[in-house]
């Protein structure tokens, strides 16, 4: 594997294109589409069935499924009241023709009292049709706030390494914390992610996670700083393991939730991997490439030193001369 | 430290651990007894669950002369003769909606000369109730950590929707969401009244409570959420003039309120023991874990002194007002606890279970130890997730995210040490040098990885409503793996190494026998 490495430190150009290239790609497309948002953050358009207690509640299951057949919907909201009515309310794209789904929706119902017997028998029903504006989802200042607290955690990792290792690892450590997280931003505009307020919680921990796995190659480093690195020595100096490994948990884990916790998590499980993915490329390609390239600008430093021998040596051929 | 020494301090850990464990996470059983609590909850059940795992409330804001389809329906259906066609006519279909509008001239929603058209009047008040209604949620989102959605619903009506949050000792999630309904469908002006009188000061044209009242917070004194409430040198004369009329009735109040006729919602009655020496207001609403309650007025206070009083026309005689919410107008959106998130729990514990495994097969009896760092920092982030209140910890998809990489840590930092003490033992150093100096080489290193993570999730406080819960969230991972990597780790360490029999093998090593033996 630290073959596959010795490659790739020492393209750090090439690297620095591809991110640049995605992230331009990003911005073009959230110009022109913006956020795919999900139907929770946008229009749309609803079908809502009130019943009367006491059908919703001995029947719930079985209208819900039975409609969730008969219509398209995108996702459905259970509506518990407490007084004598409750609703199922139906929520579809805002293009959807709903009002040729209430006519499917009212047969069905009429069919239902006509013919289901029991507590059908003396049900209340009503089906109504509505369009629906978002107006306001996120909280007070949410986008620019979030921005800021991804720029302050970048600024906050750089001043703390270039203190306890050196500048050029700050700088390695504060570009890739930075970049990890408009990558991944970027990553899910270009993959048309759905997306709720929770995508900034991948996008950010992209920028923390970056920061630790990074630091992880940094310690190793650091140890064998005063040696001569090349990029093999720097390729064989990796967190390899530690990082794959922590990408994998990781992983492992957004897929739990994403396959267990329902469609909006599935989404979120996406996104948190794109992040996990960034922070492994960040940490194990980007910064170790920008670590050769940083080192090689370094200046090698001049000693004063003579050795004893040279100096006698120098000596001898004044005195020759004179 | 002595062999026996070691197993009893070992059993103690053992035995904390397995308290935490219990707290956390034994399944719940209704307890004996008819009095005090009933039953046993363990902490992963009493998370305050996010919209992100479903769950919420929603209801609809229609203005006065605006019913719904239904409404209208079953009206029409409960009517006959005259009634029925007086009802028929008062209400108009507003196009192909789910809304009917009222068609009287008082309400001002259809223009006189044609009842096909809304009047501008009743739209423009619409547009700046939208405005208000949507300032007051979004201010509100910031101080619950929650999703909050408002959106427009056939151009005259608006659906709010909450997510779930959390219960206190007196007050259940449905409650502080009912109150913010409620509270945040009032669009008239603020007004300090003094029985059924509006104060003097208010009388004069122009002058309204934002002349009065400099600033209005919320503070935390002696366990209780309180209003603070500061006034302008005109409102400290109204605070003296009350004064002045309670030393002479006991019984009288100053009360802040919205509206001033038979509709009118009092706020806050002020009596002569919440002013203080300064001419402030310190109103206690309620304990300080409640909190919650207080933020929603003070936000309430703080829009309607800016936007409150919404006219329908210029001459301000025709008021704009939301028909009032009752509880019977909420709506809850499926069950807070469902199966979702249980199933999400079980599948994180088997997540939890594999590292373990894992690490035990790779280290040896060191893996031991990364179990006893693992399943604290499970339970003590459990514990903190329930326990810490505030309205801040609920629990959503980020949550995960973030205990999954606090876990991968910790493990990942217990193998860097290993990894350190076994480079050490190879170089032929006993195994107490190399343990010693197996940690001397790697406690930096730790302690960088959590410095730089802890600063990380510092500056995402910054962030508003759920990422700064995220943020709380990452700090509480992220000081609790650092303390299970960097001290429990070399405690337990300590102790196992010291009970066991053969410490080559314990680190999973073959020890070299020595040719000259």
Known sequence: MSKIFSNTVKKTTLWAVVSAILLAAAIVVCALFGFNKSLVMKDSKTLTVSLNAYVYNTQLEEVKGDLEKKLDADYIMEGAMTGDVSEIVFVFDKDADVAAYKATVESYLADKVANAGGGWTTAKYSVSVSTEKAAAVLAKGYVVRAAIAGAVLAVLAFVYVSL????????????????????????VVLTRIYVTTSAAYAITFAGLLTTALTLLSLNNLRAKEQTELNAE???QSLAVKEVLYTALVLVVGALVVGILGGTAAIWFAVAAILAVLVSVFYALIFAPAMYVSLKAWEKPVKSNYVGAKKAKKEETEATTEE | MGKKKSVVLLTLITI???????FAAFPAFTLPGKNGIEKWNPAVLQYDIGSDFGGGYYTYYYPQGVITETEYNNNVAALEGDELQEYKDSYKKYGETSLYLSTDPDDGIYTVENKE????????????????VTERFEARAVKTGSDYRVSVVDDYAIRVQLSSGEDTKKLASKDYVSQAFSLYSLTDKLYFMQGEEVVEQLVDEG?????????VSVKIKYETAMLQITFTEKGKSMLRAYKVKAAEDTSATLDLTIGTGEDKATLLSINTQVINTKDEVQYGVRYEEERLYADTICVLINS??????????????????????TGNDIRIVQPVYGDVFVWVLVGALVVIVLTAVLAIVKMGGFGIVNLYTTLTYLFITALCFAFIHGGVFVVSFGTFLVFFAGLALTNVLNAYAYNAIVKEISLGKTVASSVKGGYKKTVLGTVDVYAVLLLGALALLIGAAGLNTFALQAIVCIVTGALCNLVEGRVVNALLLSASKDKYKYFRLVREDDDDE
Not at chain 1, 164 to 187: D, F, P
Not at chain 2, 304 to 325: K, L, Q, R, V, W
């Open chain 2, 16 to 22: 904390v651990i397995v308290v935490m464990g219990f």
């Open chain 2, 207 to 215: 002058t309204s409570v934002k002349d009065l009242i400099k600033n």
């Open chain 2, 304 to 325: 309607a002194m800016e936007n409150g009083g919404i006219y329908m026309n210029d001459n301000e005689t025709t008021p704009f007002a939301f028909s009032a919410i």
């Open chain 1, 233 to 235: 020595l720097v390729a």
């Open chain 2, 117 to 132: 058209t809304v009047t501008e009047g009743f739209k423009a008040a619409f547009n700046k109730a939208l405005a208000l």
């Open chain 1, 164 to 187: 306890r290792y050196q500048l050029k690892s700050g700088i390695i450590v504060g570009v890739s914390a930075i970049l990890s997280m408009l990558l991944t931003a970027g990553l």
